[in-house]
């Protein structure tokens, strides 16, 4: 039940971002028709009403907004997102393409960064003033660099001079290791800097102190009970992470000749291409409502306590 | 601001650099031509379809689509779908002779029936609008005289017809192919019977295109008669200038569209180079001489005078793009004007004169009012789709300038979705925007600067400038058989232009490509500056 209820949840959250999206484009200043025939003609001139009456026609411009906005949820329900207005091809198509390559790239960076985090929050937290100095440095230094800077830096260093991986990849394997990495730099520094605070608190827990007077090591301290607590500010994070990653990945893909959603939804926000923009929000807000949900069932796996209150 | 963006332009100048750097010197000049291989071209945008009235998608059209004719280096107009064709005495109607033989990728013939509903289908049934617009008053219907006989008549002489239509809008696609087909078929794969055939588009990444093994219908202008040498060309979407760049010296692509201008005096030490100025109108501004302070003719020329317009665009282009004086149309434009080009040479003080006269008077703040009006200009401009980051640096520095003779400038970055909306549209919307549009013809000065009427609306002239001598100068120079009368007419209505500063020149569209050493004969057509890669070989 419980299930049940969170399920249809989601689904509301879904509905209620296609529509936010659908309305937001149309309140957007500018007429769709006009937008069509300058991107067909490369130009920023206004049309006559004969002119673009046979694409008001063909895409039912005129047509009331209610009835537009019906026609499109119900579209939904059938798993029909339209039909892209430039490209011509099913929404369903567009996106589809494309999600993959998006998809690879975001959830590979998630699990970079949290292993470059942890491997920091690991070795430096309470190893001394120098090295925890260094660990917390670094994460600050890593959560505020832009993802222009960083791919751009990766690409010359790795790419141009020491020619370890291609610049323009696209979705090959070697091709989207300094992708990933450019979005899981300054990902790891966000989580890094979370988990690390926490990690300081649980350290100095009693439970701590009675788990090494067991005779229990310093590093299966650290692993087996510090890291339990202090990952769970961190794992909430994840959830949002994974659906902003997904938005952020548009610099990544532009620097590396990469396709992937992102760019489809800031050339479709541009042309005004509403089915196409309506269907990738869509997408991400999906991405967002099951991220979310497995980061609820990975606190309960985390942390038997949450199992038991269910 | 300016100096923040100053530092941030270094950085990424300073790391293409170190791009340059990096990469080992290619193998220079000579070797044995190969037959074969993948040609990697890395382009910048990536068109909605493959073909349309956007010079986006001819650049990808024209490797594609064959033409009916073709434009020369030395603007003469030569053979390419048809062998020959003659015009009637009265300048009204051509007749083609079109190639026999010849056969789309579909294998349908390309016969004149062909011909006449490509114009057909362009020109009354919404195919092309830009096609459309470059012959639309003149146009009046494509018949089949016979197979390889297709007639066209104009409704007035219009020399200029040929030449217009030598762009990559008036590519030749197969009809059966085009009404069997679903509209995702026509945008993704059209049928020409062109040198190669769309294979297959990952979109979001590129598009490969197959060599037609029996292409008959190469122009006259090919460097090599017979079909593609290569087998692929791998057309890449690289958004991004450093990448671009990179991947030639990586080895990873062999030509590149749109060379960083910081990295061009690198380019023509490492690769061929190419530079095309593109004719027609060049990136000028539109100033709206319908409301606000530009309905003043001293105030627009004031505004001329008042800004270092040659010495912001070397400097901010870093001397690659040539500064254009003459607003109407660029230097490769035939019929060009150049004494009118040079009008308004940076003088602060006879901008601050003007001004004075037009009963503008300074403010404790250096800004001019009249009337209790402060002298505010918006500047509207296309930011990251018509301006770069480097074209958006010209504008800022000829702000700072235009401030100091009393203009108060605001520039106003729009969006593609904004402007081409329609938000900028409106008279009360913008004072002055820079555009352009690229045409082979000074016969875009009648599309661009004809009069708006209301049987006759123009909605190009984004200058509300309604000059009817300067309407019949150009419509009498479109008609003049003529070529040097044409011109002369031609350079009279540049000359109004000028003189009323109905329009501000500043820098021409170009085109930049390097290519790798050895990849030999890419070379760009005449009307548009699309590569052309059914000629090119690869060498060791």
Redesign the interface.
């Known amino acids: 039940m419980r299930y049940l209820l969170k399920l249809l949840s989601a689904v509301a959250v879904v509905i209620a971002a296609a529509s936010v999206t659908f309305f937001a484009q149309l309140a957007?200043?500018?007429?769709?028709a006009?937008?069509l025939?300058?991107?067909?003609?490369?130009?920023?001139?206004?049309?006559?009403a004969e002119?673009l009456a046979?694409l008001n026609e063909k895409y039912g411009f005129d047509d009331p907004i209610v009835v537009q906005y019906l026609d499109y949820v119900t579209g939904l329900f059938r798993g029909d997102l339209g039909t892209?207005y430039?490209?011509?091809?099913p929404v369903l198509e567009?996106i589809g393409?494309?999600l993959l390559?998006s998809l690879t790239l975001t959830v590979l960076a998630l699990v970079v960064a949290w292993f470059l985090a942890l491997g920091v929050t690991l070795l430096t937290v309470r190893r001394g003033r120098f090295l925890s100095g260094l660990g917390a440095t670094w994460e600050a230094m890593t959560a505020s660099l832009p993802h222009y800077?960083v791919g751009?830096?990766l690409?010359?260093v790795f790419?141009?001079?020491l020619?370890v991986f291609?610049?323009?990849g696209?979705?090959s394997g070697w091709g989207t290791v300094l992708p990933v990495l450019t979005l899981a730099i300054p990902l790891a520094g966000f989580v890094g800097q979370v988990t690390r605070e926490e990690f300081e608190q649980v350290l100095a827990q009693p439970f701590v102190t009675t788990a090494r007077t067991r005779g229990m090591s310093d590093l299966a301290v650290r692993l087996r009970h510090v890291l339990r607590h202090a990952v769970l500010p961190a794992v909430t994070l994840s959830g949002w992470a994974l659906g902003a990653l997904i938005s952020g990945a548009v610099i990544t893909?532009?620097?590396?000749?990469?396709?992937?959603i992102g760019?489809?939804l800031v050339?479709a926000?541009?042309?005004?291409d509403m089915p196409t923009a309506s269907g990738v929000v869509l997408v991400v807000a999906t991405v967002y409502v099951v991220a979310n949900l497995l980061v609820d069932l990975a606190y309960g796996a985390i942390d038997p306590r949450l199992r038991r209150a269910t | 601001m300016m100096k923040k963006l100053r530092g941030k332009a270094g950085i990424v100048a300073a790391l293409l650099l170190l791009a340059g750097c990096g990469a080992g010197a290619d193998a220079a000049g000579g070797g044995t031509p190969q037959t074969g291989g993948t040609i990697v071209y890395g382009h910048v945008q990536e068109p909605p379809c493959i073909f349309g009235g956007w010079i986006q998608q001819a650049y990808i059209s024209r490797q594609v689509l064959d033409g009916l004719v073709t434009l020369a280096e030395d603007g003469s107009i030569q053979p390419w779908l048809a062998t020959s064709w003659t015009v009637s005495p009265d300048g009204t109607k051509y007749t083609f002779t079109l190639k026999e033989n010849v056969k789309f990728t579909d294998g349908t013939p390309v016969d004149a029936a062909a011909v006449a509903w490509n114009f057909d289908y362009w020109e009354n049934k919404g195919g092309n609008s830009t096609a459309k617009v470059s012959i639309d008053p003149y146009f009046k219907a494509a018949t089949a005289v016979d197979a390889t006989h297709v007639e066209i008549s104009l409704t007035r002489p219009f020399p200029p017809f040929l030449t217009l239509i030598t762009q990559g809008y008036f590519g030749i696609q197969s009809p059966t192919a085009f009404q069997s087909r679903g509209e995702k078929e026509n945008c993704e794969k059209p049928i020409g019977s062109g040198g190669f055939v769309v294979e297959e588009w990952k979109h979001g990444e590129e598009v490969i295109l197959a060599k037609n093994p029996n292409y008959t219908s190469w122009p006259a202008t090919a460097k090599h008669q017979g079909p593609a040498i290569v087998d692929k060309v791998r057309w890449k979407f690289i958004a991004d200038g450093v990448s671009r760049y990179s991947s030639l010296g990586t080895g990873e692509s062999h030509v590149v569209y749109e060379v960083p201008t910081v990295n061009w005096k690198d380019a023509k030490t490492r690769y061929q180079t190419i530079r095309y100025i593109t004719p027609g109108k060049p990136v000028s501004f539109y100033i709206n001489t319908k409301t606000g302070p530009f309905t003043d003719r001293a105030v627009r020329q004031a505004f001329a005078y008042g800004a270092d317009r040659k010495s912001a665009v070397e400097a901010g282009f870093h001397g690659v793009i040539p500064y254009e004086g003459n607003p109407a149309v660029s230097q490769s434009t035939p019929g060009y004007n150049a004494e009118a080009a040079k009008a308004y040479a940076y003088d602060p003080a006879k901008a601050e004169a003007l001004l004075e006269q037009a009963g503008w008077a300074k403010g404790g703040d250096g800004i001019r009012t009249k009337d209790g009006k402060p002298l505010t200009i918006k500047l509207v401009y296309g930011a990251a789709f018509i301006f770069t980051q480097e074209g958006a640096t010209v504008l800022q520095v000829m702000q700072e300038q235009w401030k100091k003779v009393g203009f108060d400038v605001k520039l106003i970055p729009a969006t593609r979705a904004e402007l081409w909306g329609g938000k900028y549209a409106d008279p009360s919307t913008f004072d002055a925007t820079p555009s352009y549009w690229t045409s082979p013809s000074p016969s875009i000065l009648w599309i661009v600067w004809r009069p708006s009427t209301v049987e006759r609306p123009n909605g190009s002239n984004r200058s509300f400038y309604n000059n009817d001598t300067l309407g019949q100068t150009i419509d009498r120079a479109n008609g003049e058989q003529d070529a040097a009368q044409a011109n002369a007419l031609y350079g009279q209505a540049q000359q109004i232009i000028q003189d009323d500063a109905a329009g501000i020149g500043l820098y021409t569209q170009n085109s930049t490509y390097a290519v790798a050493q050895n990849l030999k004969d890419v070379w760009l057509e005449k009307s548009q500056g699309e590569p052309v890669f059914s000629d090119a070989y690869f060498t060791r």
């Open positions: 957007v200043p500018g007429d769709r006009t937008t025939m300058n991107l067909q003609t490369g130009q920023d001139r206004k049309w006559t002119e046979p892209s430039t490209q011509k091809r567009v393409g494309q390559p800077w751009i830096v690409l010359v790419a141009v001079q020619r291609p610049v323009i696209g979705t893909e532009n620097i590396f000749g990469r396709p992937g760019q489809v050339t926000v541009d042309t005004r």
